[in-house]
């Protein structure tokens, strides 16, 4: 197992249609093995980004048809280069899309899949209620993935909101764990650096989360700042929110294992029952 991981960090402007976001992989890919990277990392919604579902349904296929996943596994394999999708829509139960992110080997090979689990539905007061699961239906699994550095965990977005998911994944060995995503400004102002903080220091993990910025085609506007936390909690690589493209990184995974001895949570970690009085 190789202890040293180079990360392309994405950062886009998805728009509503594949081509022109495979283009825009291309050059990123292209970038990254200019700037010597082993893996290029992708946000959520890199495939594609278009709100009306009626639009979106014309286009979005089945998950072995989806162009997004097909475009990274050919990129993989023509640049020898790792890639985490990100994660794209793709077809699912009862007419509704999964939010699916792929990672893909060198060799452009599918390694391993992940349907983002938890969909944001929320009623607000002043404003329209959101149903995330009106468009999607929620994945069921976990996953954690051996790689020649190692386990690395697989999330999307809004799952960076339930700690156990993580915790689950550094019990089962994960020192990396990507969180692709979109976040709102509103709530990305308040909450993303903390939040991704918080799960590294948690679990003594690299987080690695890529991130869409900006005003997209179909008017959502998203937070940027595309992260890298190192497993103190240490914010390593922040893309801010003025620019999309690639930038490197270096993981040494040994930092992890220090993390994870300097403060044995995992270790003194204990199950117990709660008792409502």
Request: aromatic share 8%; hydrophobic share 45%; glycine share 8%.
């Amino acid at each position: 197992m190789s202890n040293i991981l180079t990360i392309g960090l994405a950062q886009m402007t998805s728009g509503p249609e594949f081509d022109g976001n495979i283009a825009a992989l291309e050059s990123m890919a292209e970038q990254s093995v200019k700037l010597g990277c082993d893996l290029l990392a992708l946000p959520e919604v890199a495939g594609l980004v278009q709100q009306d579902f009626a639009s979106a349904a014309k286009v979005v296929c089945a998950a072995d048809q989806d162009p997004w996943t097909k475009a990274c596994a050919r990129i993989a394999k023509e640049f020898g280069l790792w890639v985490h999708s990100g994660s794209s829509p793709v077809k699912g139960p009862q007419g509704k899309f999964r939010n699916r992110t792929t990672l893909i080997n060198a060799a452009g090979e599918l390694v391993a899949e992940y349907s983002k689990i938890h969909l944001f539905d929320v009623d607000l007061e002043k404003d329209a209620p959101i149903r995330e699961s009106d468009r999607y239906a929620p994945g069921t699994k976990g996953r954690v993935v051996s790689t020649p550095w190692g386990q690395w965990g697989l999330t999307i977005c809004y799952d960076l909101r339930f700690p156990a998911l993580y915790r689950s994944y550094a019990q089962l060995g994960a020192q990396v764990m990507f969180v692709p995503s979109a976040f709102a400004v509103k709530t990305g102002k308040a909450h993303w650096h903390a939040l991704l903080r918080a799960r590294a220091i948690e679990n003594g993990a690299w987080i690695v989360a890529s991130a869409q910025t900006g005003t997209h085609a179909d008017g959502r506007e998203t937070y940027g700042h595309s992260l890298v936390v190192d497993p103190w909690g240490q914010v390593v690589l922040d893309m801010g929110n003025e620019t999309t493209g690639v930038a490197a990184v270096q993981l040494d995974l040994c930092a992890s294992d220090l993390a994870r001895a300097q403060v044995p949570s995992l270790k003194n970690d204990r199950t117990f029952v709660v008792v409502e009085t």
